[in-house]
């Protein structure tokens, strides 16, 4: 038994244990998707380039700290043969690879998927890019920002808050939904090699995820000749006395209860939104957040207050439910972390380990797939493989 919060869960097991995946990704994407992985108990060897004593931070595993926690990181020079040889020889021992180096590259590395899987032909490969393996725009390099803007993500976003131009989100979406995409597909190619005992590859695109994401209004726009319009949100953020609130009306239920809240229940629902909303706005205007809680909550509508994020992960909710924890950075220091958003009644999901510096585990991950410490200091001597050791 152990507790995730408040949560108590019967069991310390993780899902994914025993489970071997070789990361070869950098940025946004697919550090998030091996971070989750990770959290599910996967063993996750990063790849880290060679190390540069004049980058900005040298000691660092590459990526965002965070989502490189519970890694193992093995830092080599992919441009020799030796170096190629011990990706080679670890994807031997792997049951997934995550890369999202530009379309072709792994191939001219000899690290495709039918290269590789002619030695391990249970091996999965989950490639993520910003326009995917195939078509004429495959060889674009891509960001979140470039699936947003050509994605029609930007301008729905424009419509729906009825601004004079385009505007960009504060967080790479496009990146987090791929990620999302990109996990589900693995999970679905590990179900299936239980079933045909082969691997397979899997594609997934920030241009492919970004117009799923659109589906529901992209849709209409299939069927229309002229641009669909995007209704502006149903859900407007309305001014209270000190701050913002998002009010979800939905039903005509909902709208009985959030009437009466405001000490209105015989208040009939306005067939028009733009007269629902109005009325809304009117009320709130009137009582502070705490109130507008206190009257909602009390009779059961649904509402949202709009806080900062120092005031949204300081919420109790997030708290009772684990989803803030503790792990050690690269300094050895612990610091707070957002942890798996994952449940689960029969296993554990979250951080487990610490933040690797780049090359801190290379030696150990060389001797566990068969190579001997003279052949060790060998690399290291000649620049094949880096190694560096925590203080």
Known sequence: MCLKGNILIDSTRRILSGIQVLDFTHVVAGPYVTRVLADLGAEIIKLDLPIDPDAINPVLSSGRPGYNVGKQSISLDLKTKE??????????????????????????????????????????????????????????????????????????????????????????????????????????????????????????????????????????????????????????????????????????????????AFDNPSEQMPKIADESNGKIANWVSKFTNEEIAERMNKNGAPFGIVKTLHEAVKNPVFHERGMITQITNEHSEKIPIISSPMHFSNAISGPAGVIPIAGEHTRNILRANGYDEDSINSMIESKIIFEQIRN
């Open 83 to 260: 170096g190629k040889d011990i990706v080679h020889k670890i994807s031997q021992s792997s049951d997934i690879l995550i890369e999202n180096f530009s379309p072709g590259t792994m191939k001219k590395l000899g690290m495709d998927f039918n290269k590789l899987s002619e030695s391990n032909p249970r091996l999965i490969i989950a490639s993520i890019s910003g326009f995917g393996q195939s078509g004429k725009s495959s060889h674009r390099r891509a960001f979140g920002a470039t699936a947003h803007a050509e994605a029609g993500w930007l301008w729905t976003q424009q419509q729906a808050a009825s601004a004079t131009e385009p505007f960009a989100p504060g967080v790479t979406v496009a990146d987090i939904l791929t990620a999302e995409n990109c996990i589900s597909g693995i999970l679905a190619a590990l179900f299936d090699r239980e079933k045909t005992g082969k691997g397979q590859q899997i594609d997934v695109s920030l241009m492919d995820s970004q117009l799923a994401m659109l589906s529901e209004i992209a849709n209409r726009a299939l069927l229309e000749n002229s641009e669909a319009d995007h209704t502006p949100s149903r859900h407007p953020i309305h001014k209270t006395k000190d701050g913002y609130v998002n009010i979800n009306i939905g039903t005509e239920r909902n709208w009985k209860r959030i009437a009466t």
